[in-house]
């Protein structure tokens, strides 16, 4: 991730740390995401046993990571630091 926006030289790190927040933001996209996933094959599968349901939700979360990271860190920012895009800027 940039340190500074390209475009506006906006500093995206307020504070050592700022970030952490965004942790439980991609846990909360991750666990919808799972929630979702195991809906799914409960419901379309036929409740597989439990392997299937690891089998894949696990690489389905390892294949969102890094939308995921990237996604949470926006929102973040966006929701928390109050970051608004202004193209009149
Ligand atoms: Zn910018």
């Known amino acids: 991730m940039y340190e500074f926006c390209p475009h506006c030289g906006l500093k ?3 504070e050592p740390g ?17 929630l979702v996933l195991g809906f799914i ?4 599968a036929g409740d597989p046993g439990g392997w299937v349901y690891v089998a894949v939700i696990a690489p389905a979360m390892v294949l969102i990571a890094p ?18 895009y202004q193209p009149e800027l």
Do not use: D, P, Q, T
């Open 41 to 44: 094959l409960f419901y379309l």
């Open 67 to 84: 939308v995921n990271f990237r996604f949470s860190r926006v929102l973040w920012l966006h929701y928390v630091a109050g970051i608004k």
């Open 12 to 14: 995206y790190e307020v």
């Open 18 to 34: 700022y970030f952490y927040g965004a942790m439980f933001v991609s846990y909360a996209i991750s666990g919808g995401v799972a």
